[in-house]
């Protein structure tokens, strides 16, 4: 069988992860078959840094011109995908791949179908319905589907369209089920990718050299203002918060180090190793600090999370990483991904609100107080939590090999 892999995002360590975890899990269930995983207009060095290196796995990296995400939106618009596909070269490349494959996975990943509107995605599940192509959508997020103009709509109605079009349909959060039900989909309920595995490896020395402690926290802001809903928050206000956390948790564990994980890599237009070095030299604790080079793998990046005292965490994976390591953690949950992963594994709890953060209504005193009051609680069930997310995560494997990947 040809199975072939799409719309894989890149430049995060998270999505890294939850792509490492399925390929293997595909690896290991179906060693004789070729998978492809196609990557559409990224950078090679950037798609090799998520290479599980197997030998049934393929990696094909298609390069593109400029203004690609503008010809998948006119051309889907325009009801024209199809003369882009047969003339321009990449996407008819890219096209010529999908018309090949047996069976297509969409990747584990975040709301491309949603707020993000990402063009490119939907425009290959638009090519690979026309081909009548098997179509498994896999333990992501969507939504929400909000019309401001006319192209929007145009957008919704297609994703929509798509989603219900998906032989096999896995939600990995409960905001996105709740979507899903508005929509009459037909789902199955999961979880992260990650969960499929827990990575061990060794750490390497110079992390080990410059974080010197046995005791640390691991800390990983977000900057957010590349968010469609922070795009009017005050970065500084932003900050204020951030740094207010490094202070509270410095009070409460005098000996501790911070170590501040980046969670994006590679060829992007901005990285978390900068943004965390900026409030690093901001803070009068800076001392206490480690920022990890943004070069460390998601393996490496959840060995390190397991010998945490505790994770607080900005950004989604950060917080995957901690159960999935049975580690004590806080969120600060800015999108429905965070809030429904909690709400999945009765952990809300553990979290904070911040989708006000940088406006006038979030009241960072009563944030930091909240944060106190989470730090003091006892967590018990770290394991039972990281349980309940491994078997949900292998439930929903198994679910798609047997009611989608074998039925083909």
């Known amino acids: 069988m040809n199975i072939l892999v799409i719309n894989q995002p890149i430049g995060n360590r998270g999505d890294e992860s939850a792509h490492r975890a399925l390929m293997r899990s595909l690896v290991k269930k179906y060693p004789n078959d070729n998978i492809k995983v196609a990557f559409f207009g990224d950078k090679e060095e950037d798609v090799q840094q998520m290479n599980i290196n197997a030998d049934n796995v393929q990696y094909v990296v298609i390069k593109s011109h400029k203004g690609i995400i503008r010809l998948a939106r006119f051309a889907l618009v325009k009801s024209v995908w199809k003369a882009l596909i047969s003339l321009d070269p990449p996407f008819r490349k890219m096209g010529r791949l999908i018309k090949s494959a047996d069976i297509v996975i969409t990747a584990p990943g975040g709301i491309c179908l949603g707020a993000f509107y990402n063009w490119i995605h939907l425009l290959w599940l638009v090519v690979a319905n026309s081909y009548k192509k098997p179509m498994a ?24 369209k798509m989603l219900k079009s998906c032989d096999f349909l896995s939600i990995r959060d409960n905001k996105t089920i709740s979507i899903a039900e508005e929509l009459n989909l037909k789902y199955v309920s999961a979880i992260d990718t990650a969960f499929l595995e827990r990575p061990n490896v060794s750490i390497p020395q110079e992390i080990v050299d410059s974080i010197n402690s046995d005791r640390y926290v691991v800390f990983v802001p977000n900057s957010l203002r590349w968010h469609p809903a922070y795009i009017n928050a005050s970065q500084d206000k932003i900050e204020e918060f951030y ?46 600090i480690v920022v990890l080079e943004d070069c460390y793998g998601s393996d490496t990046q959840q060995t390190i999370i397991s010998k945490a005292s505790l994770v607080i965490g900005a950004r989604y994976h950060s917080i995957v990483f901690a159960i999935n390591n049975a580690r004590s953690f806080i969120s600060l949950s800015y999108e429905h991904k965070m809030f429904g992963l909690l709400s999945i594994l009765n952990q809300e709890v553990r979290q904070i609100n911040i989708t006000n953060l940088g406006t006038s209504s979030f009241n960072i005193e009563k944030a930091i107080k909240d944060l106190s009051i989470i730090m003091d609680k006892e967590q018990l069930d770290c394991d039972v939590t990281c349980m309940s997310a491994h078997n949900i995560a292998s439930d929903c494997f198994a679910q798609l090999c047997t009611n989608f990947i074998d039925q083909h």
């Open 137 to 160: 959508y896999y333990s992501r997020s969507f939504g929400p589907f909000a019309v401001r103009n006319s192209v929007d709509d145009i957008f919704n109605n297609l994703s929509i």
């Open 243 to 288: 740094l207010a956390i490094i202070e509270n948790v410095i009070r409460k564990f005098a000996d501790v180090k911070i170590v501040m994980m980046p969670q994006l890599y590679g060829a992007i237009p901005y990285r978390d190793y900068i943004y965390f070095k900026n409030l690093q030299s901001k803070s009068k604790y800076s001392d206490k």
